[in-house]
Each structure stands twice: as structure tokens, then as C-alpha cells.
Nanobody
């Protein structure tokens, strides 16, 4: 079984920065894409940023130029550096990864438990 554990959320003032981390653990053979999603109260979960195992990145238009996703493949960890935070960035942030436990299994989608980011105005 593969688990994702997020950390780094909290309360920050508008214009501030936070860095989220997500570490995968358990029986892992390989991980392909990793990403961050967020869900604000009353809204649907949305993609914030994603990164392939090769390092190619994709960002939501709302965070381009402010957020940076990166990963350490040796540590099975993905990061989200969030700068110039705005109140509308307030949400629960979820880590997501495609992981497989053995070479003969397919990739399964795994989710973290979420970490709350609150940006005050």
C-alpha cells in the first residue's frame, strides 16, 4: 500500500509564502505524475500544479508565476512553493500521485489527507 503525507500548511497573510511537502511511503516500485489539487469551501477540487517523473510541469492559470512545483524522485517527495499568496488561495490542498507497487502492476491513483492553507487579507 502507498501513502501520501502532506505537511506545510497553515495561516499566512496575503503576500506571504508557504511551502507544502508531500512524501510517499509504503511499498513503492515507481511513481509517475505527482500533483497538487485544492478545494475551497463550496467549490470543486481543482488542479493547482502537476509534474511528471521527468520534471515537466503544468500549472493552473490562477497560480502561474506565483507557485512552483518540484520533486525529489530519490525521496518520492513533491513540493509546492507558494509565493504572493492571495485570500482566494485559501483551500485544503491535496497531494496526488500515480504509483505502482511492483513492476507488473499498473499505476494506482493515490491521494493524501489534505493540508489546510488559509490566507488572511
Amino acid at each position: 500500500q502507498v501513502q501520501l503525507v502532506e505537511s506545510g500548511g497553515g495561516l499566512v497573510q496575503a503576500g506571504g509564502s508557504l511551502r507544502l511537502s508531500c512524501a510517499a511511503s509504503g511499498s513503492i516500485f515507481s511513481i509517475n505524475d505527482m500533483g497538487w489539487y485544492r478545494q475551497a469551501p463550496g467549490k470543486q477540487r481543482e488542479l493547482v500544479a502537476s509534474i511528471t517523473s521527468g520534471g515537466s510541469t503544468n500549472y493552473a492559470d490562477s497560480v502561474k508565476g506565483r507557485f512552483t512545483i518540484s520533486r525529489d524522485n530519490a525521496k518520492n517527495t513533491v513540493y509546492l512553493q507558494m509565493n504572493s499568496l492571495k485570500p482566494e488561495d485559501t483551500a485544503v490542498y491535496y497531494c496526488n500521485a500515480g504509483a505502482r507497487r511492483t513492476w507488473y502492476e499498473g499505476y494506482l491513483e493515490v491521494w493524501g489527507q489534505g493540508t489546510l492553507v488559509t490566507v488572511s487579507s
